[in-house]
């Protein structure tokens, strides 16, 4: 199965958390908080959107930051995703 998100929202896969202390000790990422960056994995085709034109301006693969309390959870053959608007992606991280 796969998710195909319709209109202006977005699937996400966020990224795994891990931060590395000082002296090298590796911290899993569930004991913080979540982060809000992810990977897009599906985009929808925009179009009209609440009488306005949406463009989409993510693309699969890119890395982004998302609002802290925004999206809908989804768990889907044991993965969670977050579906979001693509107004609530704050930011496109390029390297």
Excluded: C, W
């Excluded at 899993?28 to 085709?45: D, I, L, N």
């Excluded at 989804?74 to 704050?90: A, G, N």
């Amino acid at each position: 199965m796969k998710l195909v998100p319709l209109g202006d929202r977005v699937v996400l896969k966020q990224l795994v958390a891990e931060e590395t202390t000082k002296s090298g000790i590796v911290l899993p990422g569930q004991s913080k908080e979540k982060p809000q960056q992810a990977e897009v994995v599906a985009v929808g085709p925009g179009g009209v959107v609440d009488g306005k034109e949406v463009k989409m301006e993510v693309k699969v693969g890119d890395q982004v930051i998302y609002s802290k309390y925004s999206g809908t959870d989804v768990k889907l053959d044991e993965e969670e995703f977050i579906v979001v608007k693509q107004s609530d992606i704050v930011a496109i991280i390029e390297n």
